[in-house]
């Protein structure tokens, strides 16, 4: 059985000292590919090494997120953007978006930076991979003016109402993004879930974060990720093979990676 990790953060320095340990794990798990979303300039060479120490298996994306977006913001994205044309292989933009849970003082900031990054993905035709945390209606405002374009994606760590997942699924290059947050007791995603047809679904771990029941409350790494199709698959009703298969070709193809 073939997993993929489309979100994994395994280059920050919680896996400085087991990370080739973490990576046999995750290939022990079955775990094919996993695709590694950029936090800052400062995490973009340490994403790059891991990524060139394990080529054909870690792949880098290449984005500013929103929590680190700030009123420096623009030397920030002009660095990047440097980086884009570079020549230097990115499989999409990210981990770009919108998180209002813990600031709102940038707010106007990040919906710059947002509408400048995903402007980056359509003219180079990569997908991007969005985050949004308590944000949905300013995401979805910002989406209406690509209706029609090339964008694609992923909202990544979904956990929003069905309406939200229906608002999302009317563009149709976007994919939703599920990890450990859906093994939790109080999640309303096994409710919502099952409106999500499997083709618009792919699987995460947000490596170290949102490590799924029963590892809750530890480093989550990818080799985590079987518990989080196990449920996922028992909400469909479908064998975990099944749904392994069907969210792993998802996943590859928009990242337009082959085995």
């Known amino acids: 059985m073939k997993l993929v990790d489309s979100h994994s953060h395994l280059f920050l320095e919680e896996f400085a000292a087991d990370l ?73 933009i990210g981990e770009i978006g919108l998180d209002l849970y813990w600031d709102k003082t940038f707010l106007n900031e990040q919906l710059d930076a947002f509408d400048t990054q995903l402007q980056w993905a359509v003219d180079s035709g990569l997908p991007a991979v969005i985050h949004c945390r308590e944000a949905f209606p300013y995401i979805y405002k ?23 997942a229906a608002r999302l699924l009317e563009f149709p290059g976007f994919l939703i993004g599920i990890n450990g ?29 949102l490590a799924p029941v029963p590892r809750r409350g530890r480093r989550n790494e990818s080799s985590f990720l079987p518990y989080t199709l196990q449920k996922v698959a ?10 392994a298969r069907i969210t792993a070709e998802n996943a590859l193809k928009l990242f337009g990676t082959h085995d």
């Open 20 to 92: 080739p340990e973490v990576i046999g794990r995750a290939r022990q798990a079955g775990v094919s590919h996993i695709f590694m979303p950029n936090i800052d300039n400062t995490t973009l060479e340490p994403l790059l090494q891991v990524c060139s120490a394990y080529p054909g298996y870690c792949f880098p994306m290449l984005g500013l997120h929103p929590t680190s977006v700030d009123a420096s913001y623009r030397r920030e994205l002009e660095a990047m953007s440097r980086w884009l044309r570079s020549g230097q292989q990115f499989v999409a």
């Open 142 to 164: 910002v989406l209406q003016n690509y209706r029609g374009t090339t964008l694609r994606g992923i909202l990544h760590s979904f956990t929003g109402t069905a309406e939200e």
């Open 181 to 209: 947050v859906v093994t939790f007791k109080n999640s309303a995603l096994p409710q919502v879930l099952p409106d999500i047809p499997l083709d618009r679904l792919v699987l995460e771990t947000d490596s170290p974060y």
């Open 234 to 243: 028992d909400i469909y009703g479908e064998p975990a093979e099944k749904v």
